[in-house]
């Protein structure tokens, strides 16, 4: 359902004249009022708005939207039409109107059914943004025009410095006029005005830029921007409004890419001293880099379906610089450098619908385990000493490479490993907790010595050269809950790996394959498993067996609320037991992974060793089959 609010922000397009100017000014007071009690808190607001206070109009998505691209033939005021790309400067005679469901918006979005008809998009938007459902009290056209006058009078614009957030940020003026770009920076300084709690917020200017292309004047794009600032759906979300915020979505980009895009990660990561700060760059490559009618194309279905659609943007862009680079099309020489130069450039490469085809193309989780993670990337960066208040950090690779030292694998090799890691924990250095040369070949002096660290990073060194080893999720002191019996625990993201002699990764299987996996429906009658469950013999607290042939991925929350809150935050139904399989320990051993086979198995003596083929990684033996360990470390995360 969506929900819109017909208060403030609902007042009609024509009603300027027609409202006394103490209404207006007590509507100011009022938005004032919200803001003082704690109501424009943008980081904090997550809930929908108290339909109590005002009342709301409930529109289902069976209902239609009439999109009249006749009502908007004045937008384009600001838009110099000699830059613009082949874009019809006039409605034309087919299309005028538009009713459609909000899902088969959605399609018509993607199609890019509006994109050579600037009227007809104008329409559009507006009734797309209209109905995003945002806080009670968001200022409007009104407000916007009570301050302008208020703030610039017939000053110069030239007098009011820029806002803060934008903290050196890039401008993008696409192809406005030379009014078009006084009215930006007009828009953004009463943004700031009206929303003190802007504290950071690079993609605002791209954002004002364009939708200003397609508004009647000032007032209306402000309040268009000021309505997805302002929008409280749960679990979606527009424009990030801290540096908090925007590095959650960069290190959230970074885990996506480094699932979704692996070639392209490990290109990266063995090229750039420091893979984060080349990932902090994707939105920049959307609002700033993109041509502008690809980045015209991109906001069509960014605004009907929020921020996933940028990741997917940004991952499908990615993939093709891959696939240029390895064709041949592309050197590599600075990846930062390059992927801009790339991005600018995208018309050689592929069409805006191919860009778009390729970008759904991508099996993204659900929205809500996608915001999940964003959430667990924004507690870590907190951890890290980052706040919402705060301008600018610079953060540098995790793995000091002057400094590092391991017996097992090269500095270079750990940055390629630590690269890997989810976002969140990769944040922190990489602390030794255990090594056979130092601490001996004891299983039980291995526990003792990794107990109370979560994840871990496994690696093993074999008596032929060869090594490999797996990231673990949850602390080894997971496998007392099974009261010594053999038992599985973990989460989605625990992974195995090989180094030598190639460097590869497996993950879940159903990282790569979504579609085979189930969400369990909820249920207050459901029963938990029983201690004698063949799989998970104690299963922690949440966790749950729905039947003798499905088993749910185990999930629990510790006192840290970092451990998994993607992939595994939710219930999986699964296709076998043997699917979550992620690791095990006893006093005989140490399994990782299992049906099938064991990705890896070490003995009690840490001497002996097994890899074979596991349904739960899908991986090949990660080394020769039955090895001996002539090297053993685990390694955690300082501070994590």
């Known amino acids: 359902m969506l929900?819109?609010?017909?208060?403030?922000?609902?007042?009609?397009?024509?009603?300027?004249?027609?409202?006394?100017?103490?209404?207006?000014?007590?509507?100011?007071?009022?938005?004032?009022?919200?803001?003082?009690?704690?109501?424009?808190?943008m980081e904090a607001t997550q809930g929908p708005a108290d339909s109590s206070q005002v009342p709301v109009l409930i529109i289902s998505e069976a209902e239609s939207w009439d999109i009249d691209a006749s009502s908007c033939v004045g937008c384009g005021q600001f838009v110099d039409w000699d830059k613009m790309p082949e874009l019809d400067q006039q409605p034309s005679a087919q299309s005028q109107s538009l009713t459609q469901t909000s899902k088969e918006l959605k399609k018509l979005a993607r199609e890019g059914h509006w994109a050579t008809n600037h009227a007809l998009r104008a329409r559009t938007y507006?009734?797309?943004?209209?109905?995003?459902?945002?806080?009670?009290?968001?200022?409007?056209?009104?407000?916007?025009?009570?301050?302008?006058?208020?703030?610039?009078?017939?000053?110069?614009?030239?007098?009011?410095?820029?806002?803060?957030?934008?903290?050196?940020?890039?401008?993008?003026?696409y192809c406005l006029t030379?009014?078009?770009?006084t009215a930006v920076k007009k828009i953004l300084i009463c943004l700031s005005n009206l929303f003190p709690d802007i504290t950071y917020s690079p993609i605002l200017p791209a954002?004002?830029?364009?939708?200003?292309?397609?508004?009647?004047?000032?007032?209306?794009?402000?309040?268009?921007?000021?309505?997805?600032?302002?929008?409280?759906?749960?679990?979606?979300?527009?424009?990030?409004?801290?540096?908090?915020?925007?590095?959650?979505?960069?290190?959230?980009?970074?885990?996506?890419?480094?699932?979704?895009?692996?070639?392209?990660?490990?290109?990266?990561?063995?090229?750039?001293?420091?893979?984060?700060?080349?990932?902090s760059e994707w939105l920049g490559w959307i609002f700033g880099d993109l041509p502008f009618d690809y980045t015209i194309r991109v906001l069509d279905v960014y605004l009907l379906e929020g921020q996933k659609v940028l990741y997917r943007i940004a991952l499908a862009l990615l993939r093709q610089y891959r696939l240029s680079v390895i064709s041949g099309e592309l050197e590599?020489?600075?990846?930062?450098?390059?992927?801009?130069?790339?991005v600018q450039n995208i018309r050689e490469h592929m069409t805006v619908d191919k860009l778009l085809e390729r970008a759904f193309g991508i099996r993204l989780f659900s929205r809500k385990e996608i915001w999940l993670l964003q959430m667990a990337n924004r507690k870590a960066l907190a951890e890290k000493g980052v706040t919402v208040v705060q301008r600018r950090q610079l953060f540098h690779l995790a793995v000091d490479m002057l400094n590092f030292s391991s017996a097992i694998v090269t500095a270079q090799e750990m940055r390629i490993m630590w690269s890997w890691i989810p976002e969140r924990f990769s944040l922190f250095p990489p602390v030794l907790l255990f090594s056979t040369s130092e601490n001996g070949y004891s299983l039980q002096r291995f526990y003792s010595c990794c107990e109370g660290y979560e994840p871990t990073v496994l690696?093993?060194?074999?008596?032929?050269?060869?090594?490999?080893?797996?990231?673990?999720?949850?602390?080894?002191?997971?496998?007392?809950?099974?009261g010594g019996a053999s038992s599985f625990f973990g989460t989605g993201e625990c992974f195995v790996f090989s180094v030598r002699p190639e460097m590869e990764r497996y993950e879940w299987v159903f990282i790569k394959k979504p579609e085979l996996t189930k969400a369990v429906p909820h249920s207050p009658h459901q029963r938990l498993p029983s201690s004698a469950s063949p799989v998970l013999s104690t299963s922690p607290p949440g966790g749950h067996v729905a039947c003798s042939n499905h088993l749910t991925v185990p999930v629990w929350?510790?006192?840290?609320?970092?451990?998994?809150?993607?992939?595994?935050?939710?219930?999986?139904?699964?296709?076998?037991?043997?699917?979550?399989?992620f690791m095990s320990g006893t006093q005989e051993g140490i399994i990782i992974g299992g049906g099938g086979g064991q990705a890896l198995y070490i003995d009690a003596d840490l001497y002996y060793g097994r890899t074979e083929h596991c349904e739960t990684f899908d991986n090949p033996p990660l080394c020769q089959e039955n090895f001996q360990v002539q090297l053993l470390e685990a390694w955690g995360f300082q501070n994590a």
């Open 178 to 181: 030379m009014q078009g770009e």
């Open 459 to 482: 690696l093993i060194k074999t008596t032929q050269g060869e090594v490999c080893g797996a990231f673990l999720s949850s602390d080894w002191n997971e496998r007392k809950r099974s």
């Open 332 to 342: 590599v020489a600075n990846v930062k450098g390059d992927l801009k130069a790339f």
């Open 3 to 41: 929900q819109v609010g017909m208060g403030l922000p609902g007042s009609p397009r024509g009603a300027a004249e027609d409202i006394p100017l103490d209404q207006l000014g007590k509507r100011n007071r009022s938005y004032s009022a919200l803001k003082s009690s704690g109501g424009g808190d």
């Open 126 to 173: 507006q009734q797309i943004i209209q109905h995003i459902p945002c806080r009670l009290v968001t200022p409007d056209a009104l407000v916007y025009r009570d301050v302008a006058s208020r703030l610039f009078g017939k000053q110069s614009v030239s007098s009011h410095p820029l806002p803060e957030f934008l903290g050196g940020c890039r401008m993008p003026t």
């Open 557 to 581: 929350q510790r006192a840290k609320g970092r451990l998994s809150p993607y992939l595994a935050i939710r219930h999986f139904l699964l296709p076998s037991k043997t699917a979550s399989m």
């Open 207 to 279: 954002v004002v830029a364009l939708l200003l292309h397609y508004s009647e004047d000032e007032a209306q794009c402000f309040e268009n921007v000021s309505r997805l600032i302002a929008c409280n759906d749960s679990h979606i979300s527009y424009i990030d409004q801290s540096f908090l915020a925007h590095q959650a979505s960069c290190m959230t980009f970074g885990d996506l890419a480094n699932k979704h895009c692996p070639a392209a990660h490990r290109l990266i990561a063995s090229i750039s001293e420091n893979v984060f700060e080349v990932y």
